[in-house]
Every structure is written in structure tokens, then in C-alpha cells.
């Protein structure tokens, strides 16, 4: 399977986080009534490839490029807390951003007097919006109310304690914001869910089940994976995070998942396999204007206001634009890397759907991939590319343009080094989160 996405971080799938027109895709069904995993009659299925490769993604079906070859929802997913906590404002389920697009660009821009033009083309409904009347976080709609309730959130609701720093569940989320700064990559509520989510079931072997199918690693990957999360300044403070954890969710049905062992497995599987997720009203606002048909005079005027609301917005916020988070998805976990993908993954409906879409052509059979890494990133050479995935996820590309550049230099160029670091990170975060 995928030595995965974005990655030792969440899997990537081509971001244009703060881009102004990000590419479209088919509309997706109910986000809450259907079972996670992708829509009937999907043009791919996972196949087994090797031991040492694990799962593959393949065609079973010609595809053509700009297809969407599959929409799926997630088996659990959680926005990111230093992103909530900096009030980017999203659904507690399905992360469907909640500010009307003129609040966001207000927010974003620090400017509360500012008017959008066209408001009628935001598909924001606050008259749907519902608070949970113990915690009161807040959702999209009555029904990702009613299936987070279901699923996992009658263990996780604070009720009365939610601004208690006491409440082991703060204490938990406290102590990952002290130790995994943003760009933030993974959330250690995305664990906390999956364990809710089995304390809560009927059938909780099923659940346990379904969670195996992610991708493993070795011992030493899954101590790689964990320390790549947290840090380097933080890699003795794993087991402070297990304790804490433990004393927030402990079950006695999962009691391997709260050992030394089990706890860092835990931490490898939502390391390697989750995808990240990315939510704007602004940019679903951007693509409804897009879409107007306009005289030329206006147009022009409409697309010089947008682009210069892009300016000034990255002026005053940097790239940070979306609502973030992560999730667990079933067919898109199995998607391997490659330099030159035949697919993306992206969030056209303002939720946690994600789109897979053909890049190219792909012939029954044909194996669908997609990238780790940005399209800056794909540029680089060889060495470089590979030095970035084996540090997020500890693997050595072999795709076609590798090999293909297999006798080039084992050689890093001057600009590329001068990227290297903290750009790397923020760029591996951009490619999760394409909206």
C-alpha cells in the first residue's frame, strides 16, 4: 500500500491552498446518509501488488482525463486544533466551512467593513447550522449533527467542561498543540475519534477491522513516523502524549492501542495514511462568480477585484486560507506516489468529500497514482525529490521519471537547498489540502 500522503504527514493530493480558480469537480452525494468509503459503481479498486509495495489503486475501467474516477468519505476526520483554535470556523463532522465567504475575507483580511460583490453566489445556509446543547460545537446541519452523535461523539462531548484545561481531553489537546505546530499535518483528535468510534459501536470488531486495513509499518518506521510529527525538539514526549491519552479514552476492548507499542502504531497509521482535508466558503464564492455570465466590462471588473482580494489577503494572513484538518479514507489510502500522477485529490463541495479526478487518460487495469509532492516540488531533481519522501515517508520513489533519471548526480542545487526546511513542510501541507 502507499508508503503515505501526504505522507509521514497526511497524505498530499495537489493543493492550491489560497489559489484563486482551484479545478472543479463533479458534485458528490449525501454527505452523512451513505456508508464511509466511495459512491457505487467506482472506476477503481485496490489491489494487493507486492509485500514490500502492499496495495495499489487500478482502473477497472477506461477513464478519461478531467473523470472523476471516485467520491469518497472519509471513516472519521477532524480539523486540525491550532487551526480551530485560530478561529477558522468549520463543521465538527463533515469540516464544511461556516463563515459566509464575506465573514471569511473580512476575517482573513482583517478589514470588517468589507463587501463582497455578488453575495447571492455564497452557498453558505446559517439558517441550517446546529450546536450540540451540551458543548455546543457546531455543525453544518442537523444530519452531520445526528451522524456525528452516532458515530463518535457522545464519548467525546466536553458538556459543561469544554473550557475546563483540567478535563483530560483538554489536557490531551493542549499538550499536541505544544508539540505539533502548524503547518499543522495530523491531529491527535483524528485518534481520538477512532477510538470513540469503536467505544461507541454495536459491533465494535467490525470497526477495528476497518481500521486495520491502513497501512503498517515496522517497528522502527512507526518510531520514525511518530518522531516526524512531533518534532525533534519533542521525540522524548511521545510517551507524555500515550499517558494522556490514555487517561482521556482508555478502553479496555482496545487496550493494545494504549501500550507503548500500540499507542506508536496508532500514531503510524494516521501518520501514513491520512489525507489532508481543506474548506473555503471564499473559494467556493470564487468559483460561483467564475461561473456568472457576465458583459465583458464586468467581468473584468469582478476578476480584478478577486484577484486583488487574493493580494491583499496573503499580505495580511500568508497562505493559511482554509479550514484544515485530516481523515482516514479507504480507496484513496491505497494510492501510491508518483512524480508524474494521473490523478488528484481535491474538495470541491466544501466538505470532507474528496474528489479523485484523471489527470491524463487511464486504460483499464493501468494503476492510478497520485503525488506526495507539490508541483514545485515534482520539479526538482531526483535526489531532492527523493530526499523529501524518504524523510515523510520512508520510502525511495522508482516511478518512471525516476528511473528515467536514475544516472543523474546524487546532487542537491543551491536553490534547491535554500527550500529545503521549513518550506518543505509548509509545501507538503499545501498538497493535502487542494479545495
Not at 477513464?63 to 477532524?78: D, L, Q
Not at 518534532?231 to 482496545?254: C, I, N, P, S, V
Not at 494503476?367 to 520512508?394: G, M
Not at 520510502?395 to 525516476?402: A, G, L, V
Request: aromatic share 8%; with cysteine.
Amino acid at each position: 500500500m502507499k508508503e503515505e500522503e501526504e505522507e509521514a504527514l497526511p497524505a498530499p493530493g495537489g493543493s492550491e491552498r489560497g489559489s484563486r480558480r482551484p479545478k472543479m469537480a463533479a458534485a458528490a452525494g449525501d454527505v452523512c446518509g451513505s456508508p464511509a468509503g466511495a459512491q457505487p459503481g467506482a472506476a477503481a479498486e485496490a489491489r494487493f501488488i507486492s509485500s514490500a509495495k502492499g496495495k495499489g489503486l487500478f482502473a477497472t475501467r477506461s477513464i478519461r482525463k478531467g473523470e472523476t474516477v471516485f467520491v469518497e468519505r472519509p471513516v472519521v476526520a477532524s480539523q486540525f486544533l491550532w487551526n480551530a483554535l485560530y478561529n477558522y470556523r468549520a463543521c465538527d463532522h463533515c469540516l464544511r466551512a461556516l463563515e459566509t465567504a464575506e465573514e471569511n475575507a473580512q476575517r482573513l483580511l482583517g478589514k470588517s467593513s468589507l463587501v463582497l460583490p455578488h453575495p447571492e453566489q455564497c452557498s453558505i445556509r446559517k439558517d441550517l447550522h446546529q450546536q450540540c446543547p451540551r458543548c455546543q460545537v457546531t455543525y453544518c446541519s442537523a444530519e452531520c449533527r445526528q451522524a456525528a452523535l452516532e458515530q463518535y461523539h457522545q464519548v467525546l462531548c466536553l458538556g459543561p467542561s469544554r473550557d475546563d484545561p483540567t478535563h483530560p481531553l483538554n489536557k490531551l489537546q493542549e499538550a499536541w498543540r505544544n508539540m505539533h505546530y502548524p503547518p499543522e499535518t495530523s491531529s491527535i483528535m483524528l485518534m481520538a475519534r477512532m477510538v470513540a468510534t469503536v467505544k461507541q459501536a454495536k459491533d465494535k470488531d467490525w470497526w477495528i477491522k476497518a481500521f486495520s486495513q491502513f497501512c503498517s509499518k515496522t517497528a522502527n518506521e512507526e518510531e520514525e513516523i511518530a518522531h516526524k510529527l512531533l518534532g525533534d525538539k519533542f521525540k522524548g514526549q511521545l510517551e507524555l502524549l500515550r499517558l494522556l491519552f490514555t487517561e482521556a479514552l482508555y478502553d479496555e476492548h482496545l487496550s493494545r492501542w494504549f501500550t507503548p507499542e500500540g499507542f506508536r502504531s496508532l500514531f503510524a497509521l494516521v501518520g501514513t495514511n491520512g489525507q489532508g482535508i481543506g474548506t473555503s466558503s471564499l473559494s467556493q464564492w470564487v468559483h460561483a462568480c467564475d461561473a456568472l455570465d457576465l458583459p465583458m466590462l464586468q467581468r473584468e471588473e469582478l476578476d480584478a477585484f478577486i484577484d486583488q482580494l487574493y493580494k491583499d489577503i496573503e499580505k495580511e494572513s500568508g497562505e493559511f486560507l482554509n479550514c484544515e484538518g485530516s481523515g482516514l479514507y479507504v480507496l484513496q489510502s491505497c494510492c501510491n506516489h508518483s512524480c508524474i500522477p494521473n490523478a488528484e485529490t481535491s474538495f470541491p463541495d466544501n466538505n470532507f468529500l474528496l474528489h479523485l479526478t484523471a489527470l491524463e487518460d487511464i486504460e483499464a487495469g493501468e494503476e492510478i497514482c497520485i503525488s506526495y509532492l507539490d508541483c514545485c516540488q515534482r520539479e526538482r531533481s531526483r535526489h531532492s525529490r527523493n530526499k523529501i519522501l524518504r524523510e515523510n515517508y520512508l520510502f525511495t520513489c522508482s516511478c518512471p521519471k525516476c528511473l528515467a533519471q536514475a544516472d543523474d548526480p546524487d546532487a542537491t542545487s543551491d536553490e534547491e537547498e535554500e527550500g529545503e526546511g521549513e518550506t518543505d513542510d509548509a509545501e507538503l501541507e499545501d498538497e493535502m489540502t487542494d479545495v
